[in-house]
């Protein structure tokens, strides 16, 4: 399609790479504060 | 178990999150103009909409706390600001990356994106000043007062693709997703929602024991006075 963005996978594994690491980090978070109450 | 229920919820958010995200990388069509790169509002929107209704959660937590000045609503400030803190900060990142093959720039002072980035600052002064200040009620109260200041700029971050000229394209809705994309779009805001919910309501408890513990702690016995020394 004319002025389609062509690729930019890389951008996109990397947003969603760097979501779900911050969400399982803040988990782990949670689970050793829980541990360590 | 009922002390729990929250975990449910989380999980259930997580697996509407997998399948929303999974939908939204291989299932749904490229974006008309960003193509592939679109993809990346089945992460960025979710997380923009969840983030700043957890600040609505702190918001209305502070007022909660200065009125009543009960320990619940002191620890769901705590609670809501730090996981708003979390989204927050992904939403600036998750921004940056999806600006570079859009705008050309990892970074641009546009509204948006200035008064997102001044939220983040704003609510981290809470956490600071949490760190920072010992004795619990001046804390709750201190805390709160600046959680209440920080909330103002919540609406101005909503409003500001309104109010201003700027790069970032206006509110999302269904209206102006294509069909095929409002599904996994729309679980994905559900799915982070639950999660969301879920590690508020979970912080939430673990504060709310700490602050018990911090106030019903036994005072500590008088320092003993320094040795007068004689000549």
Redesign the interface.
Known sequence: ?T???????E??W???G??WA??FF??LH?FR??RD? | MKANWEIGV?LFGLILLIWA?YTG?FVAP?E??????G??LY??VP?AWVGLSTYLVAFIAAVGAIWSGKWAWDAMVEASVE?GL?LN??LL??GS??A???WGVYWTWDPRLTTCAIMVVAFGVVLALRRQIEEPMRRLTMSSIATIIAFVNVPIVYLSVKWWRTLHQPYSSPETVDSAMVTPLRVAAFGMLF?ATG?VV??WR?VH??LKAEVQAPDLPDAPSPLAVED
């Open positions: 399609m002025g389609m963005i062509q690729g930019g996978w951008f996109v990397a947003v969603y760097i979501t911050g969400l803040y988990a949670l504060s829980e109450q | 989380g995200h990388l490229p008309a103009m960003m193509g592939d790169v993809r990346i992460a960025h997380t996981v979390l900060a992904l990142i998750q990356l999806w570079k093959p859009t999660l590690f979970r912080r673990q024991r700490q």
